[in-house]
């Protein structure tokens, strides 16, 4: 019997085309409720930068890639980057290559600089774009993501320099770096040992990279459309892409709507 409902937002319960959710995931959600189901987001996004939801109350953020957890207001679990790696990564800024990299803190994030890719993507997901400081006002900070721009060839070289995270890449021109340890799928494990639900009695979505591990724990992992192949090969089922109502489609399958 499923109990709980985890959603990846970008590419799946908002359309990349709209910024927004369809009216038929809105319903499905509803109906969900209606039956007792929790609803919860489980996204690379900080809670502050969840601009595309309109405002639907959900009952619980994994956020961060699983870095930070919350119910409410409250924090359930928060994991963050060790701070040696954060003054690697600064140092690397200041003798090797300036990178665009999003710091993310637990109540704020903020960037060093962006260029016209970073923008052109900023505006392609609708993201807020976060206010410019010095990379040097990380230090001493706590930081739990750094969203960084570059792609993947560059990627190994980078994580050298990060030996104590790891890269939940979704996009072929950015990753979200996260503290190794953290994924959607610690976020919703911690979710549920709030809420005292198995992971049998879970039903996920995502389409991206970083949702693999939250669809494989799942006891329903159910890929988008829209979804990239290896991530269909880790889920249970596929379902329509988010703009021909993948989400109530799914539900509808498994017999939940």
């Not at 189901?37 to 619980?60: A, C, E, Q, T």
């Not at 792609?151 to 050298?160: F, H, R, S, V």
Request: one cysteine or more; aromatic letters at 10%; charged letters at 25%.
């Amino acid at each position: 019997m499923i109990k709980a409902a985890f959603f990846d937002i970008d590419g799946t319960l908002v359309s990349f085309k709209t910024h927004r959710m369809p009216e038929s995931t809105k319903r499905a959600l509803n109906r969900l409720r209606e039956k007792g189901i929790l609803l919860f987001v489980s996204s690379g996004r900080h809670k502050s930068s969840m601009n595309n939801l309109d405002d639907y109350p959900f009952d619980g953020y994994v956020t961060l890639n699983g870095g930070i957890c919350w119910v409410g207001d409250e924090i359930i679990y928060k994991h963050s980057i060790p701070e040696h790696n954060i003054e690697s990564l600064i140092r690397y800024m200041e003798t090797v290559e300036r990178i665009p990299c999003v710091f993310v803190e637990e109540r704020e994030s903020w960037m060093n600089y962006k260029d016209e890719t970073v923008s052109e993507i900023f505006r392609l997901l609708n993201f807020p774009e976060p206010p410019f400081k010095s990379p040097n006002e990380a230090i001493g900070k706590t930081i739990y993501q750094l969203l960084a721009f570059f792609g993947k060839d560059k990627e190994k070289e980078l994580m050298k320099v990060l030996p104590d995270c790891e890269p939940t890449r979704w996009n072929p021109l950015f990753t979200d770096i996260v503290p190794k340890g953290s994924s959607k799928r610690v976020g919703i494990m911690k979710m549920s040992d709030y809420f005292g639900i198995s992971e049998k009695e879970i039903i996920a979505f995502g389409d991206g990279g970083n949702d693999i591990q939250m669809l494989e724990y799942a006891g329903l992992g159910i890929a988008m459309g829209n979804a990239a192949e290896e991530v269909k090969q880790s889920a249970d089922y596929v379902t329509s892409d988010v703009d021909e109502d993948g989400i109530a489609k799914a539900l509808i399958h498994f017999g939940l709507l």
